[in-house]
């Protein structure tokens, strides 16, 4: 009788144990996936600042090399606003098909890596 109750004692110990285990597992999966996505957010952000720069100044340079290849410069910034609004109008058109999926098969990429 006693030793069943040990066996028992001794299950529910284990149990327990397990349990903790499983619970601080858990904790440092939600950190390590915390910390990944953090990474790569600040990834991104960094990434996405400098190429907003770079396009920003190349796009300056363009306009002006074109303006002056044209002999006014107000040419080369109204031909290089056009083409950045045609790429404003394409990206919208593809938002639904190509872009929104492939931002969320990135995220779901890095959750559960």
């Known amino acids: ?4 109750k040990d ?4 299950v529910a110990e284990d149990i327990e144990e397990i349990a903790k285990n499983y619970y601080q597992l858990s904790v440092i999966n939600i ?26 100044f190349i796009g300056f ?6 303006g002056n290849a044209l002999g006014n410069p107000m040419w080369g910034f109204l031909i290089v606003a056009g083409f950045l609004i045609l790429l404003l109008l394409l990206i919208l058109a593809l938002k639904k098909k190509v872009i929104m999926p492939l931002i969320r ?7 559960y890596d």
């Open 105 to 111: 098969n990135l995220i779901i990429k890095n959750l």
């Open 1 to 4: 009788m006693f030793e069943l």
């Open 31 to 56: 950190v390590q996936k915390g910390s990944k996505l953090g990474a790569s957010f600040l990834i991104v952000s960094l990434v996405t600042a400098l190429a907003f720069f770079s396009f920003l």
């Open 7 to 10: 066996k028992i004692e001794n």
């Open 61 to 66: 340079g363009v306009s002006w090399w074109i």
